[in-house]
């Protein structure tokens, strides 16, 4: 499979929090990356914590978010290619989980 | 603190016995051994069991540990010398202080719904009188008779109405109906015993300043000595708060820059604390409400941080009480066991559905979540074990077995009767023909 590929891959990016999140988008549209669905998001330690809370139970009454957030994308190798070496720049503790899959086939609007 | 304590124990006693040794290496064993099982990946496996997720919560495995490595049964931890590691105690005190004070951000108060504050008003005056009237009783027959007077009798008195106030706000391990209505009834008893929890340290934050004696045993104390120094802890903790959030930015992005941010804060709030008179969870807590209103970059992620410790603080925290109990607690103990056993049974349920009735549409009509407020909140046992901080005296150290034993005996019922209730849903289904079940 090399980046000459040009059939479609499904993105799967997970941002941990705001500033992870922030900087992928920066590196989504330099790679001209710009269609894509974006879901909020919980690790397990954050559902663990809310279930047991100790002391702290008010913070209940928030809205759960962590600032956690899955980038869903379905685009060309090349741009997927691009987006890596924009992620290999940034700090290691700051990069987000990605997952690239094959797609067998893919329905949408567009389809006539 | 406990390595310092078990080393401090040992230098203390001078040559050691190879019994003594093998103690020693039995307490360490122990203490390491519960540090590594809090913290494993499979221990949370097996707290989503029920049982054992009550068990934790309540801190009663900790606790228990903490009694074996101490006096009365290895005696590998030595209490006295425990406490001579005050200072960092009170560090300890003051973590559980700012996370139960960042909650108190506008964000989330202006969330409360009106029923919620009413029902913790409720709550905290009908328990608080209660046990404060029977403890008063109690004391005046359980005290040596020199110690008879409002001087000696009022810490105690108070503090243990401080403990009655709240309940503990984990539901899971007993919640039976996993429909909205139930979910929103566990939300509400996992917000109220939030701010139930800072009405306990607030109230205790005025109990601890009764402590203070002049040289004849009488309560050194005055209401306008009392407003100047509260108002300088709050200055104090403005100061720390902004302080703090200047250098958590900082500290930026890692991790142990700004984990020593967060100690030196709170070991300047418990010191200024302890300095002013005040409970450590007091100043702290006002330090965690500063921080939680203020924004920044960093601040919320620094709250996660914080918050992400809360079981790790607790299990230490509890392993510290289980060493400081003293399990001799006589007859009036006993009788103030049963009393507040009795007292929370009674008050917290009706507390509960009187407040609630408004809501009664959008709650189930049944729910063993009605019997969870009869759970004992866990701040209880810290601010226990404060109260011994501020005097280590034996009293206060039976008080603490009896906040122990009320937290234990409350923690049962609620847990039996969603059992029960789980052990008829099964039975029912079981009877149900293979078509109908769900």
């Not at chain 1, 990016?13 to 500033?19: G, L, N, P, V, W």
């Not at chain 1, 720049?89 to 949408?108: D, T, Y």
């Not at chain 2, 008879?148 to 391990?173: H, K, N």
């Not at chain 2, 009896?402 to 969603?418: A, K, Q, R, T």
Request: hydrophobic share 55%; charged share 15%; glycine share 8%.
């Amino acid at each position: 499979m090399s980046e000459s590929d040009s059939s479609n891959r499904l993105l799967v990016m997970i941002a941990r929090d705001e500033a992870t999140f922030e900087e992928l988008v920066t590196g989504m549209l330099d790679v001209g990356l710009e269609g894509a669905t974006i879901v909020d998001s919980k690790g397990i330690g954050a559902i663990l914590r809310r279930d047991m809370p100790i002391f702290a139970g008010l913070a209940a009454l928030l809205p759960q978010h962590t600032g956690s957030r899955i980038v869903f994308s379905l685009t060309k190798l090349q741009r997927i290619g691009a987006l890596r070496r924009f992620i290999q720049e940034m700090p290691p503790s700051r990069r987000p989980i990605i997952i690239v899959l094959p797609i067998e086939s893919a329905f949408g609007p567009d389809d006539h | 603190m406990l390595p310092s304590a078990i080393v401090g124990a040992v230098a203390g006693g001078g040559e050691i016995s190879a019994t003594g040794a093998l103690r020693v290496f039995i307490g360490v064993a122990a203490v390491v051994a519960l540090s590594l099982v809090a913290t494993a990946r499979p221990f949370y496996r097996v707290q989503r069991i029920p049982a054992v997720g009550a068990f934790i919560s309540g801190g009663w495995a900790a606790i228990a540990v903490g009694l074996i490595l101490g006096r009365h049964v290895l005696n590998v931890v030595d209490r006295d010398v425990l406490l001579d590691v005050r200072p960092l105690i009170m560090i300890a005190l003051g973590w559980i202080g700012v996370i139960v004070g960042m909650q108190g951000r506008w964000e989330i108060l202006r969330r409360v719904p009106p029923a919620l504050w009413r029902w913790t008003a409720l709550d905290a005056l009908l328990s608080a009188i209660l046990s404060a009237t029977i403890a008063a009783f109690v004391m005046g027959e359980w005290l040596h008779p020199d110690h008879r007077s409002l001087d000696w009798v009022l810490p105690p008195v108070l503090m243990l109405a401080c403990c009655m106030i709240g309940w503990a706000p984990e539901t899971r391990s007993i919640r039976v109906a996993h429909t909205p209505k139930a979910g929103r009834l566990a939300l509400l008893l996992q917000s109220g015993a939030g701010l139930s929890a800072m009405a306990a340290i607030v109230l205790f934050g005025i109990t601890y300043r009764l402590t203070g004696r002049d040289e004849l045993g009488r309560m050194d104390f005055t209401i306008a000595e009392n407003a100047s120094k509260a108002l300088i802890a709050l200055v104090v903790a403005a100061l720390l708060g902004l302080g703090g959030r200047f250098m958590l930015q900082r500290a930026d992005r890692s991790r142990p820059d700004a984990l020593t941010v967060f100690i030196g804060v709170v070991a300047i709030s418990a010191g200024v604390a302890a300095t002013l008179r005040f409970s450590p969870l007091f100043g702290s807590m006002l330090v965690g409400v500063v921080v939680a209103n203020l924004t920044g970059p960093r601040v919320r992620d620094f709250e996660r941080f914080i918050m992400g410790a809360e079981h790790a603080v607790a299990l230490l925290f509890y392993l510290l009480a289980g060493v400081l109990l003293e399990p001799a607690i006589g007859l009036w103990g006993a009788i103030l066991v049963a009393a507040f056993v009795l007292i929370r049974i009674a008050v917290k349920p009706f507390a509960m559905q009187r407040s609630l009735a408004a809501h009664a549409a959008e709650l189930p009509a049944r729910s063993v979540l009605y019997a969870a407020s009869i759970r004992q909140s866990p701040i209880a046992i810290a601010i226990a074990v404060g109260l011994i901080l501020s005097e280590a005296s034996t009293l206060h150290r039976r008080l603490l077995t009896v906040v122990v034993l009320v937290g234990l005996i409350s923690e049962l019922l609620p847990y039996l009767v969603s059992l029960r209730q789980r052990r008829s849903l099964a039975a029912a289904a079981a009877e149900l023909p293979a078509m109908e079940r769900p």
